[in-house]
């Protein structure tokens, strides 16, 4: 990663004289300061070299020069922002816009069946470059890619909790979600396995995307009406299967 | 078809309430939920309440809206949650991992040593390589645009805006579809 070149040895008097002096600065001198250090500002303003994919007023997107597969891009605001936290809502929404268009750009040229998209506030979310970032990462099957989520098993009664402290940060009313029950089901459920099944065996000629589609949606459909409803597990079990 | 795609797809249901939920976040777009088996507790996934398979099918102004949200909880899991770190993370398509067939925003607060693991191994390419992919995406950009964005909005006229502009799978020729043909 570039950003490692922008670490330099110091030694100790150094870093706290450099402590000292960032203790005084004002944010503008601030700003500055962390703009002068940080690598990804010298590549946007061109003093340091990059391999640019995309470019406007306020965003870039250049290829990771260590990238977890070919065609992975860092998009990154113009503006220096540690965090996404930072980044005010119009930013955000145009950077990822441009996310959106690269990923549509990879799949029409790198012939490549995915993307995903990776951003890592902070330390422990695996954040190395002190400038906010988009990770966009093209992917195909067998990749050797292997991110890894493990699914939790979180109480009833602090999901409850995380969720009025969340609900209540975020200005939504923490009142409990108005539950309709679902209509009752009728037993079709066999027939839409069958045709699943049968379906799967066969190798999918390229335009047959929406008779896949109706399979797909059957399959959830299948699957969520198992048993007598649907219950919170039902859903974990489709929404965290990764 | 705009009617059955909503009952087979599983955030549909949870968007229109036939499923329950935590709720953390709800708008006239979007909709926030905590994951009950999530990798972390205070795992949430955003979500349009629209139903697109993929991101390349959200319109700019919804997608913007989104990831707005996504930034607001990911502000509010450092501040009430007091998480270390937060990962927003978007798969699309199978090979990158995703499993339900509505375009979803993970937002994880994070902890040293959690178990999450969004690294990588880097990849050996060679200058050649990396600039047969830079001149590709590059060209491709090209025909594909980026939208400006109208920041005045609303997100009531963006549903209206997005129902217009989305185009019923009956007359689906959308390029990603295909591409992508195998979203779950």
Redesign the interface.
């Known amino acids: 990663m570039p950003e490692q070149q922008a670490q330099q040895q110091l030694s100790p008097e150094q870093i706290k004289a450099l402590q000292e002096k960032i203790k005084n600065m004002s944010p503008e001198e601030l700003k500055e300061f962390q703009k002068k250090q940080c690598i990804f500002c010298q590549i946007i303003a061109g003093k340091v070299q990059s391999r640019k994919v995309y470019e406007d007023d306020s965003a870039i997107a250049i290829l990771d020069v260590n990238p977890a597969n070919p065609g992975h891009m860092l998009i990154m605001p113009k503006e220096h922002y540690s965090i996404m936290p930072q980044m005010p809502d119009e930013e955000t929404g145009h950077i990822f816009a441009v996310a959106k268009a690269l990923s549509n750009a990879a799949l029409r040229s790198l012939e490549v069946q995915g993307s995903n998209i990776i951003v890592a506030n902070g330390v422990a979310a695996g954040q190395r470059a002190q400038h906010f970032m988009i990770h966009l990462i093209p992917r195909k099957e067998n990749d050797n890619l292997n991110f890894q989520m493990p699914q939790k098993t979180i109480e009833d009664a602090e999901l409850k909790k995380i969720r009025k402290v969340l609900a209540d940060s975020l200005g939504a009313k923490a009142e409990e979600p108005v539950i309709v029950p679902l209509p009752k089901l009728n037993r079709e459920k066999k027939v839409v396995d069958a045709e699943f099944n049968e379906k799967k065996q066969q190798k999918m000629p390229k335009q047959i995307k929406k008779s896949e589609d109706k399979r797909t949606g059957k399959k959830t459909k299948a699957k969520s009406e198992d048993g007598d409803g649907i219950n919170l597990d039902d859903i974990a079990k489709v929404l965290g299967e990764r | 078809m705009a009617e ?2 909503r ?4 955030i549909c ?2 968007a ?11 708008d006239d777009t979007a909709l ?1 939920v ?9 795992h ?2 955003v979500m349009p309440k629209n139903h697109y398979p993929i ?2 099918q ?1 319109p ?1 102004t919804e ?3 989104l ?2 949200v996504a ?11 007091k ?19 509505h375009f979803t925003i ?1 937002v ?1 607060p ?3 040593n ?10 050996q ?1 060679t200058e050649e ?3 047969t ?2 001149l ?6 090209k ?5 400006k ?1 109208e ?1 005045t909005e609303r997100p009531a006229t963006a549903i209206k805006r997005a129902e217009q502009m989305h185009i019923s ?2 007359d ?1 020729d959308d ?10």
């Open positions: 059955r795609t009952e087979s797809c599983l249901q949870i229109g309430n036939n499923i329950p939920s935590y709720k953390i976040y709800e926030a905590l994951d009950v088996n999530g990798s972390n507790p205070g949430c996934f991101i390349e959200v700019d997608l913007a809206h990831f707005s930034n607001r909880i990911s502000s509010s899991l450092f501040e009430s949650l998480a270390q770190g937060t990962n927003v993370f978007v798969t699309n398509g199978i090979p990158a991992g995703q499993t339900v067939a993970n994880i994070r902890k040293e959690d178990g999450i693991n969004l690294q990588w191994k880097p990849k390419l390589e990396m600039s992919v830079e590709k995406l590059k060209e491709q950009i025909n594909v645009g980026v939208g964005i920041k799978d009956d689906e390029y990603f579809a295909k591409q992508i043909r195998r979203v779950p």
